[in-house]
């Protein structure tokens, strides 16, 4: 787990702070901050806490209320009310096809981690461990794509799409999602600290091919990074709404699609508009208790915004 | 194996002889074409993928810029640069264009001050670490979508919960939906809150990179808490500064989504005072005019601003690396 991050301290932090990270690897912890911090230091980092989940309590509080009581009250009582239920009744039974975009964002989510994974290892095997002519200059191409904006290749790919007949169907949303320069990079950067030559080595020996010595030594090794980056990719796909806005429609929605309908439709009843978003919220709230862990150790580690 | 005929009899050892050899060759072939095909071969989805879905419809944008295209009806004739000139000449792009830029700043220079605040908190050693962490990281998880749909309700001009709080201390309420600045406002504290902790935990592991020699050379010399801050860890971190800033960029040039769902029109306010360019991008490809080839056109230009502004970064990220170090020195000798 601790090998990969001075090259990716690297690229997130530049050359000198990769260096500060190897001394330091090597050093035990500094005297001056092992001292326990005092309660302001506590207090501060509950206000920050509480004004990250308010919003989302905000919502709660919404969905729980009715109309009424939330135009009476724009602030609203820290208790909630008796309506949730009731209100997600409502959003349930309205016509945003919640059922329908809630099925739909965990086939694309999933489908795309999957994917990101599988291909992402693959290359990024390939570049750490494997020699080959032009791995320099196709990693250097890797990584330069990292900064590319895609999404500004939008009117094509509808246009395309469109030929296909995929526009209003998941695959319009799986296909350009099932590849990410990123996670190329984030794999070669993992698995040239995380495999030794010397297991590959051995199971080329024992005569094992190309592809075993990759499903049985690589495949294993990389298994930390490779969780955090379907994580980070299952959440990036999950929240996204630009494209699958354009290309899915109202017809065949994924959940912010269809939750973004709650507003135009229902705007003058906060509490049926609150309750969608609180129903929308809560998936990825699971998974984010859960592997809220894994996230953070991702970000520090060098995640980059998907 | 072999047929049993007197002729062929003496020749079997032979034959066996260098059949053997001959197997192992075709083994040692598969194998030696196994290691030379096996890396290509393993890199190649993501090259052909990419190719299609992501570098094919950029440069294809350049193309169809340079056409009639109808939504519904394709492609028709070649027209040259006319869609850059008339989306160059409509007030609406530069209106989208001055929005976009204005809810960049706001949201990127307070949000890099804000996370490296937090940062400098978290990096202690404080108690249950994991549990402080996960919850600055909270918002990260909750779509953008749901942010603004909950955002445009906390910044409602009329029934709106911060206009309440601003009455209740006796501040007159801000027409969050009605001023430009004050929508721009509105629309980036929706980015800051997604977007804090994540940087926060990545300035907070830049921090922690930062060797403890250091601070306790800045303590020898006299150093209090807040002078190591900004002697120390302050000009270690203009790295990963440089890095948040640039990725964020690259994507908050593209906002969409915030602005998009700040009211329930999605039209960016009746005067188009929070339009965005990819807004406008939208509403002429599959708005009312349905025009591809200008929606194209928008797209390449906004391309551009973003290769321009990425390119003016990485100058100025390498003229302060090279400053930097002999600043410092010039410093210390004084």
């Known amino acids: 787990m601790s090998a ?119 290359a990024g095997y390939s570049f750490a461990k494997l020699r080959f002519k032009g791995r320099g200059p196709l990693l250097v191409f890797v990584v330069a794509t990292t900064a590319v904006p895609t999404q500004l290749g939008i009117v094509p790919l509808f246009i395309v799409m469109s030929k296909l007949g995929w526009t209003g169907n998941l695959i319009a949303v799986i296909v350009p999602g099932m590849v990410t320069a990123f996670g190329v990079f984030w794999m070669t950067q993992y ?37 955090m980056l379907g994580l980070f990719t299952f959440v990036g796909a999950w929240t996204n709404f630009f494209w699958p806005f354009i290309v899915l429609g109202s017809a065949n929605p994924t959940l912010p699609v269809a939750v973004q309908l709650l507003q135009g439709n229902y705007f003058n009843d906060m509490s049926l508009v609150m309750a969608g978003v609180t129903l929308s919220v809560i998936p990825l709230v699971i998974v984010f208790v859960f592997a809220g862990r894994q996230l953070v150790a991702g970000i520090m580690q060098g995640a980059v915004k998907g | 194996m072999v047929t049993s005929t007197t002729p062929k009899l003496d020749r079997r050892p032979k034959r066996s002889a260098d059949r053997e050899p001959r197997r192992i060759g075709f083994g040692q072939r598969l194998g030696r074409w196994d290691v030379k095909v096996s890396p290509y071969l393993y890199i190649s989805p993501f090259f052909i993928l990419f190719a299609i879905v992501g570098l094919f419809p950029l440069l294809y944008t350049a193309y169809v810029s340079m056409h009639k295209w109808h939504l519904i009806g394709g492609q028709g004739e070649f027209v040259g640069l006319e869609n850059f000139a008339y989306v160059l000449q409509q007030p609406f792009f530069w209106k989208a264009l001055r929005n976009t830029f204005s809810i960049f700043l706001l949201s990127s220079v307070p949000q890099v001050f804000i ?191 973003i290769l321009i502004i990425g390119l003016i970064n990485f100058s100025i990220t390498r003229r302060i690396a090279s400053d930097s170090a002999p600043k410092s020195g010039r410093k210390q000798k004084r």
């Open chain 2, 115 to 305: 996370a490296i605040t937090i940062a400098a908190v978290l990096d202690a050693n404080l108690r249950a670490k994991t549990f402080w962490r996960m919850g600055v990281l909270l918002p990260f998880v909750v779509a953008p979508v749901a942010v603004s749909l909950i955002f445009g309700k906390l910044f409602a001009d009329d029934s709106g919960m911060i206009n309440a709080i601003l009455g209740g201390v006796g501040i007159e309420p801000i027409r969050w939906h009605a001023d430009v600045l004050a929508s721009h406002v509105a629309i980036s504290s929706m980015v800051n809150f997604r977007w804090i902790g994540y940087n926060t935990l990545i300035f907070l592991a830049a921090m922690q990179a930062v060797p403890r020699e250091l601070y306790e050379a800045a303590i020898l010399d006299g150093a209090g808490r807040l002078r190591q801050f900004f002697s120390v860890t302050v000009p270690l971190l203009r790295p990963t500064i440089i890095f948040v800033v640039v990725t964020s960029t690259i994507g908050g040039l593209q906002i969409f989504d915030e602005p998009r769902l700040f009211d329930q029109t999605g039209q960016g306010g009746g005067d188009r005072q929070w339009m965005t360019v990819t807004m406008y991008l939208y509403e002429v490809g599959w708005g009312s005019q349905k025009s591809f080839g200008r929606a194209a056109a928008i797209a390449w230009i906004l391309f551009v601003i």
């Open chain 1, 191 to 227: 698995l040239e600290g995380a495999l030794p030559y010397e297991l590959i080595e051995a199971a080329r020996v024992d005569g094992a091919s190309m592809i075993r010595t990759f499903w049985h030594i690589a495949l294993p090794a990389a298994r930390p990074a490779a969780a």
């Open chain 1, 4 to 122: 990969p991050s001075i090259p990716v301290i690297q690229q997130t932090a530049g050359r000198g702070a990769a260096r500060a990270a190897a001394n330091r690897r090597g050093v035990s912890k500094g005297a001056g901050s092992d001292r326990r911090p005092g309660w302001v230091t506590y207090a501060v980092l509950t206000l920050v806490i509480l004004i990250s989940a308010y919003p989302l309590y905000f919502a709660f509080l919404l969905a729980t209320s009715d109309a009424v009581t939330i135009a009476q009250n724009p602030i609203p009582s820290l208790i909630p009310d008796s309506n949730l239920f009731a209100n997600f009744e409502r959003v349930l039974s309205s016509d945003i096809k919640f059922w329908k975009s809630l099925g739909n964002s965990v086939i694309v989510s999933s489908v795309t981690a999957i994917s990101v994974v599988i291909f992402s290892t693959l």
